[in-house]
């Protein structure tokens, strides 16, 4: 099952570069100096490269090998304009207006992707997540096939076998009410996410009714996504709608919904909404003694992903290595 250890060796095989658009963070300085201290995934701090290296030097952190780049002196920022004006022609984006926006590091490190620079980004310790996804949507933008971005959350504990117990949860952080279709997105993309870290995706749409048992539009949508998810993904595990505990529990399973293969096992668990997503995971996150690792943005064209404000640079060392590990 998942461990970090895991992730840092398919790095060490093709190592990555990350771009940190909050470069002067003493947390982001922190987690780059633990990731300059190895070889498979290389930091590049956006930034004024003088407050950068104070910012390090008053924290105690040696950043000395990380790659900075100054948005006001990037020697590329020319063919940046042209590219920015080229994606957001339809809004009529000037030159001048796109060095405006280009000043910002959030859009200028996405376009650090976009312009095949780095492989990844990680930001939003100073600012919301709406900061981070905003221009990732309008430069990168959802691949094909997709039609929004959706996020999912990893959580791990240890079990008493010895390995780590590892289960996925979405949409906990981007999609409010997600409809009957965006679901069945939600659900295919959390099933890959949920493969790269050693889960083999069992797939319960939760609701407050097993099977048939409560009766609502809440219970519908969830009944007719799980039936559309079936038929969208054949070759995966999917039962719904359950209510958790016929989830994950095989007594209840076998009271409730004898006859699935997924109810009793699951381990990959679509909300109907954010409100029940966001507490969900913050109930096996604090009650449960789980790691939670995210939000993991998912359905973009590159990997970026947002940091929770109150994030330590613990946190933000693993996010940098889970982001850069999708790339």
Do not use: W
């Amino acid at each position: 099952m998942f461990g970090f250890g895991q992730l840092i060796e398919v790095l060490k095989k093709s190592p990555k570069k990350i771009v940190f658009t909050e470069g002067s963070d003493p947390r982001i300085l922190e987690a780059s100096s633990r990731l300059l201290a190895s070889n498979f995934l290389h930091p590049i701090l956006v930034g004024d490269p003088d407050e950068i290296e104070k910012a390090a030097e008053e924290s105690g952190f040696n950043i000395r090998g990380a790659e900075i780049v100054d948005p006001k002196k990037f020697d590329r920022m020319d063919e940046m304009v042209d590219l920015f004006c080229e994606l957001r022609k339809s809004k009529g984006v000037t030159p001048e207006q796109a060095r405006g926006i280009l000043s910002q590091a959030n859009y200028f490190g996405t376009m650090l992707v976009k312009m095949g620079i780095a492989d990844a980004l990680l930001g939003g310790a100073t600012y919301s997540t709406a900061d981070t996804v905003r221009p990732a949507l309008q430069l990168i933008k959802t691949k094909p096939g997709n039609s929004i971005v959706s996020s999912c959350f990893i959580l791990v504990r240890p079990s008493a076998t010895g390995e780590n117990e590892v289960l996925a949860m979405s949409d906990c952080a981007i999609n409010i009410h997600p409809t009957e279709d965006e679901l069945v997105e939600i659900a295919g993309e959390s099933a890959a996410c949920a493969r790269i870290f050693g889960v083999d995706p069992k797939v319960a749409f939760l609701s407050y009714s097993t099977l048939g048992s409560g009766k609502g539009e809440d219970v519908d949508k969830m009944r007719n996504a799980a039936h559309k998810a079936r038929e969208k993904y054949p070759d995966l595990p999917i039962e719904g709608e359950l209510q958790f505990d016929a989830a994950v529990s095989p007594r209840v399973a076998r009271t409730k919904c004898p006859d699935s293969s997924v109810a009793g096992h699951a381990n990959t668990f679509i909300f109907p909404d954010i409100n029940a997503g966001n507490i969900g995971y913050k109930i096996a996150q604090r009650l449960g003694n789980f790691e939670a690792y995210g939000p993991i943005l998912l359905g973009l064209n590159a990997p970026i992903n947002d940091l929770s404000r109150g994030c330590n640079a613990s946190e933000v060392y693993s996010m940098a290595i889970i982001t850069a590990a999708l790339a």
